[in-house]
T-cell receptor, first 116, second 117 residues
Framework: AQSVTQPDIHITVSEGASLELRCNYS??????LFWYVQSPGQGLQLLLK??????LVQGIKGFEAEFKRSQSSFNLRKPSVHWSDAAEYFC??????????????FGTGTLLAVQP | EAGVVQSPRYKIIEKKQPVAFWCNPI?????LYWYRQNLGQGPELLIR????????DSQLPKDRFSAERLKGVDSTLKIQPAELGDSAVYLC???????????????FGPGTRLTVL
């Protein structure tokens, strides 16, 4: 079955430091991958998505992610974190099997804290 | 452009009481989703509509949960009776296209946080 694993439940970084959030997926074919961010009391906002083509994907707010098929990974990166990036980040894969197309399967999320 | 609207934002009820959530998707979006997000978890799909038809409700606990999307626009999700384990955030999302458009982006509302006492 399709699944997404986010190994880090909680990460703390200093403002201005670089960030990498890990995501591993299990999927039988070429995956459609997403990163969403959820701020307290807010809905999920799409940061970026990968469907095909260039494996390095640029998103909003200075985020990027790299699809690595050999490692079944889709890690999210940002070169310099801002205090406003503190939020919870979810990786997701689109489930295309069983007629349930366009269903998103989410990881458990990584909570990012930013130190001043 | 207005986003996905949900109400209420917060709801506290006692167990065995009924509760309903409302969602207004982005104008023109054909597909509507209800997800449940338990504390410390990612969202899980409950039901997906294409226009007014529920095309995937395999994860909806049908003994107590029901949903409808009249006229293919607004949707309501109901729980009757609520149980303690139903405490969660209920998220509504919408996307422009129809099933098979797996590249569609889902746009999420702010959610309704339900607490069952």
């Amino acid at each position: 079955a399709q699944s997404v694993t986010q190994p880090d439940i909680h990460i703390t970084v200093s403002e201005g430091a670089s960030l990498e959030l890990r995501c591993n997926y299990s999927y039988g074919a070429t995956p459609y991958l997403f990163w969403y961010v959820q701020s307290p009391g807010q809905g999920l906002q799409l940061l970026l998505k990968y469907f095909s083509g260039d494996t390095l994907v640029q998103g909003i707010k200075g985020f990027e992610a790299e699809f690595k098929r050999s490692q079944s990974s889709f890690n999210l990166r940002k070169p310099s974190v801002h205090w406003s990036d503190a939020a919870e980040y979810f990786c997701a894969v689109a489930d295309l099997y069983g007629g349930a197309t366009n269903k998103l399967i989410f990881g458990t999320g990584t909570l990012l804290a930013v130190q001043p | 452009e207005a986003g996905v609207v949900q109400s209420p934002r917060y709801k506290i009820i006692e167990k065995k009481q009924p509760v309903a959530f409302w969602c207004n998707p982005i104008s023109g979006h054909n597909t509507l989703y209800w997800y449940r997000q338990n504390l410390g978890q990612g969202p899980e799909l409950l039901i997906r509509y294409e226009n007014e038809e529920a095309v995937d409700d395999s994860q909806l606990p049908k003994d107590r949960f029901s949903a409808e999307r009249l006229k293919g626009v607004d949707s309501t999700l109901k729980i009757q009776p609520a149980e303690l384990g139903d405490s969660a955030v209920y998220l509504c999302a919408s996307s422009p296209g129809i099933a098979g458009m797996s590249t569609d982006t889902q746009y999420f509302g702010p959610g309704t946080r339900l607490t069952v006492l």
